[in-house]
């Protein structure tokens, strides 16, 4: 199947210790300089935006759209970040994107490694029609299947809960790229690991919970990282299926930040922005390997 | 579950689950359970979320349906024909396709040379690599309304080219520089996955073939061409398609920046989609849309089949 294929493989990142390249004949006093530069002058439009969000969310409202541009806020106010919990429901929507992305998060864990051990080491009938059918899940872009789902929530009366937030995620196509993550690492287990487990007396849950789990570590922190960002940052589905502000999650709650005329309190809503996207931040910095490879794996996602 | 695996393990005769004559739970019985057990939850999940809803739009597709009294009648090709003779199609097609070529032609371009850059191993680059790569994991709805709040007619990308004294356009509102500007949003959001798959495709062209280029006389430039890209072809091969699915689906970016505007200029599909389905309520015509972008995903699909044979110089 073709998503099995170049970027599938598992993306691994150069060490930062590797030895550097004798330096170019040609050139070599301003090579490195210039390459410096370069990055230098090509980093400012990734980094510029986080940075921009981050100051301006401190300045007072009459100073966000000032000429000329205030780059760093000297009188910082912090109460923009308190107005934006005080006076919007930020704080259960808070919770609500937490919780359920936690949820989803672990469900996902569970389906996805189930599904990825028996696709990759249990030779049961229709093992080999059924995973590629699964896997054409990938392909569907969200917004296909979306009209149906929600008349399907709707007719069960779920609209405007979480359940298809949680539900939906864990079960649904979004899991199936956990599911081949997983299979695609139990794939590599050697048979003898396994042997050594049936020796031990232990039936097909016991391998899959004693021997290949616990070795899986790696693969899934990668399923964990790119599920809870996805559910964290999903958009549409909350858009479709709650009604209630109380009930939204964060990314649509950040796009409410409007006076009654719904011109945008823009200091406002960018300090809710900064604190759904800081601590996401902080934690990236921290592992960051694990995010760079666990999302690299995700690249179906565009 | 696990009842069934330890029966076979029990000495025959002691107590316990099936062990009748001839023992029914032969190991090629316990793996087909436990397979099937194992894989239940995901299978009952792709039948009821993603089988069952992409036929039921197809059948909608075929129908009008009146969200009021919530009647559906059958209406044949009606939904495709109104989508046809939509005076908002043209536009729609001619946002899809722009957005498409622009954010790939220039998401391809930057990862690559980002990559090229990251691999020089000069010290530091680790900082590069993340500082790259952060858009990548801020949430999508924060870094659009950053830009949003950026590209502002009198906010700070205006005021910056102010300083330099230039005057920009109303970014967002202009018939070329909309589209312009959300293409540039969606690049620097998600261009650091691209660069990171080149990176480790660069890494894996060897290090001999290089260097005997060098000594044939060939230049940087020559050794990137001849050497370098024909042996990533394969990484390039499915960034550009994974590039291109991507772009169909943009929604949130068009929603919170333009919302199809100016004059439907980035009004692309997916947004287009919404619109019909749930601004106007019209499932009917709503799914004939989705019908469209599942198709246009499938002959995508089915292309990059085609290509992986012909196209890519070598395939490990």
């Given at each position: 199947m073709s998503?099995?294929?170049?970027?599938?493989?598992?993306?691994?990142?150069?060490?930062?210790?590797?030895?550097?390249?004798?330096?170019?004949?040609?050139?070599?006093?301003?090579?490195?300089?210039?390459?410096?530069?370069?990055?230098v002058v090509l980093a400012v439009p990734f980094v510029f935006p986080t940075w921009w969000m981050i100051t301006s969310s401190l300045l007072p409202e009459n100073e966000v759209l000032s000429y000329p541009p205030k780059l760093l806020p000297l009188h910082p106010q912090w109460s923009n970040y308190k107005t934006a919990f005080a006076h919007y429901p930020l704080a259960h929507q808070y919770l609500n994107s937490l919780y359920i992305a936690l949820l989803v998060t672990a469900g996902t864990m569970l389906v996805a490694s189930l599904s990825g051990y028996a696709f990759a080491r249990i030779p049961f009938p229709g093992n080999k029609v059924l995973f590629p059918l699964i896997l054409s899940g990938l392909l569907i872009p969200t917004e296909v299947t979306?009209?149906?789902?929600?008349?399907?929530?709707?007719?069960l009366g779920l609209t405007n809960t979480h359940w298809p937030l949680i539900v939906i995620p864990i079960l649904g196509a979004p899991s199936v790229l956990g599911t081949f993550v997983m299979r695609q690492f139990f794939l590599a287990i050697p048979d003898e690991l396994e042997d050594a487990g049936r020796m031990d007396g232990l039936g097909r849950f016991g391998l899959y919970f004693r021997v290949a789990l616990p070795l899986a570590r790696p693969a899934l922190a990668s399923v964990a990282i790119f599920t809870f960002l996805n559910s964290w940052n999903m958009y549409l589905e909350p858009l479709v299926y709650e009604t209630d502000k109380s009930n939204y999650t964060l990314p649509v709650a950040l796009t409410q930040y409007t006076d009654a005329y719904g011109s945008h309190l823009w200091n406002i809503q960018l300090a809710a922005s900064v604190t759904t996207v800081v601590p996401v931040l902080l934690v990236f910095v921290a592992a960051q390997r694990h995010f760079v490879e666990g999302l690299a794996q995700t690249g179906l996602k565009g | 579950m696990t009842?069934?695996?330890?029966?076979?393990?029990?000495?025959?005769?002691?107590?316990?689950?099936?062990?009748?004559?001839?023992?029914?739970?032969?190991?090629?019985?316990?793996?087909?359970?436990?397979?099937?057990?194992?894989?239940?939850?995901?299978?009952?999940?792709?039948?009821?979320?993603?089988?069952?809803?992409?036929?039921?739009?197809?059948?909608?597709?075929?129908?009008?349906?009146?969200?009021?009294?919530?009647?559906?009648?059958?209406?044949?090709?009606?939904?495709?024909?109104?989508?046809?003779?939509?005076?908002?199609?043209?536009?729609?097609?001619r946002a899809t396709v722009l957005f498409c070529i622009g954010l790939v032609v220039i998401n391809i371009a930057l990862a690559m040379l980002l990559a090229v850059l990251l691999n020089q191993r000069l010290r530091g680059t680790t900082v590069f690599r993340t500082l790259f790569f952060s858009p990548v994991?801020?949430?999508?709805?924060?870094?659009?309304?950053?830009?949003?709040?950026?590209?502002?007619?009198?906010?700070?990308?205006?005021?910056i080219l102010h300083v330099v004294g230039i005057d920009g356009p109303n970014w967002l509102r202009g018939d070329n520089s909309a589209l312009v500007s959300v293409v540039i949003v969606q690049v620097f959001?998600?261009?650091?996955?691209?660069?990171?798959?080149?990176?480790?495709?660069?890494?894996?062209?060897?290090?001999?073939?290089?260097?005997?280029?060098?000594?044939?006389?060939?230049?940087?430039?020559?050794?990137?061409?001849?050497?370098?890209?024909?042996?990533?072809?394969?990484?390039?091969?499915?960034?550009?398609?994974?590039?291109?699915?991507?772009?169909?689906?943009?929604?949130a970016q068009i929603q919170i920046l333009t919302e199809g505007g100016p004059n439907n200029?980035?009004?692309?599909?997916?947004?287009?989609?919404?619109?019909?389905?749930?601004?106007n309520h019209d499932f009917g015509y709503g799914s004939a849309v989705a019908v469209v972008l599942f198709a246009i995903i499938l002959v995508l699909t089915l292309i990059q089949w085609r290509l992986r044979k012909k196209w890519v110089f070598y395939e490990s």
């Open positions: 998503l099995e294929t170049a970027a599938r493989r598992p993306v691994t990142l150069p060490d930062a210790a590797a030895p550097p390249r004798p330096a170019g004949r040609r050139g070599s006093r301003w090579r490195k300089p210039l390459l410096y530069a370069l990055m979306v009209i149906p789902l929600f008349k399907m929530v709707d007719r | 009842t069934t695996h330890k029966t076979t393990r029990e000495p025959a005769g002691t107590a316990g689950p099936p062990t009748g004559p001839g023992r029914f739970w032969t190991l090629r019985r316990q793996d087909a359970a436990s397979g099937w057990l194992f894989v239940l939850p995901q299978a009952l999940g792709f039948l009821a979320f993603v089988l069952y809803p992409l036929i039921a739009v197809v059948y909608y597709s075929f129908h009008t349906s009146n969200v009021l009294s919530g009647v559906t009648k059958y209406a044949g090709t009606k939904n495709y024909s109104q989508l046809v003779h939509d005076p908002a199609t043209p536009s729609v097609a994991v801020v949430s999508l709805v924060a870094w659009t309304i950053t830009w949003n709040f950026l590209l502002q007619n009198n906010g700070g990308i205006n005021s959001k998600n261009v650091g996955l691209n660069m990171v798959l080149f990176l480790a495709a660069l890494q894996g062209v060897p290090r001999s073939l290089l260097e005997a280029a060098e000594i044939d006389g060939a230049g940087a430039w020559r050794r990137f061409r001849s050497v370098v890209l024909p042996m990533i072809s394969p990484t390039t091969l499915l960034t550009t398609i994974v590039t291109i699915s991507g772009s169909l689906q943009v929604f200029r980035t009004n692309v599909l997916v947004y287009f989609f919404y619109q019909q389905a749930f601004d």
